[in-house]
């Protein structure tokens, strides 16, 4: 789809073949997320869990696009496995009454996570020391500023909120280890096939 979208605007003058892998590229992560929003949109129609999509989705986006994680490699994966994980966090948040003390473990336990690990790249895009630096950086001041926003809820007592920001840090953090573990069989694979 993205391929098709350059052609016509190439054909139409609108664009030049030069520019050609950075406008699919672009356009394929605009679809991508036009997609997941879209399959968002449904699950909140079927659901009725909108406000449960929300307080998950709006921390978990704004600190994934600085912290990274795992990345699939073939989209339709990603969208489902999106689409399947938004769905169980919300019907998850929907039926959580109250913050409970176990939650707050792991969510402490996945703040350090981030904290410590964040960005972690994927093999599409590698990250330079210096980009390492900076999307580290953000992404900790982001998650300072969650974890901040989540102890102001929970004192006034908005526990839809301050659950919605804990699952969201512990998903992240989860594929955090994941996206680790992904690059680092990755580059074992690459050094046993050079040998």
Not at 105 to 130: E, Q, R, T
Request: proline share 2%.
């Amino acid at each position: 789809m993205a391929g098709r979208l350059f052609e016509l605007q190439s054909r139409n003058g609108i664009l030049e073949e030069k520019d050609r892998r950075l406008y699919e590229y672009a356009y394929g992560v605009l679809l991508g997320r036009v997609v997941i929003y879209l399959i968002i949109v449904i699950l909140g129609i079927i659901t009725g869990n909108w406000m449960e999509m929300i307080v998950f989705l709006l921390p978990f986006t704004v600190l994934r696009q600085y912290a990274g994680g795992i990345h699939l490699e073939k989209a339709g994966g990603c969208m489902a496995v999106s689409g399947i994980l938004v769905l169980l966090c919300s019907l998850y948040l929907a039926s959580a009454p109250a913050v409970i003390w176990q939650m707050r473990i792991i969510w402490f336990v996945a703040v350090g996570v981030i904290f410590i690990m964040a960005p972690v790249d994927a093999s599409s895009k590698k990250l330079d020391a210096k980009e390492k630096k900076v999307y580290g950086m953000r992404a900790r001041v982001i998650l300072v500023i969650e974890c901040a926003i989540a102890g102001v809820f929970s004192v006034i007592g908005y526990s839809l909120i301050v659950n919605g920001i804990m699952v969201a840090h512990i998903v992240l953090a989860s594929g955090l280890i994941l996206g680790w573990i992904k690059n680092f069989f990755d580059k074992e694979l690459d050094v046993t096939n050079y040998r």
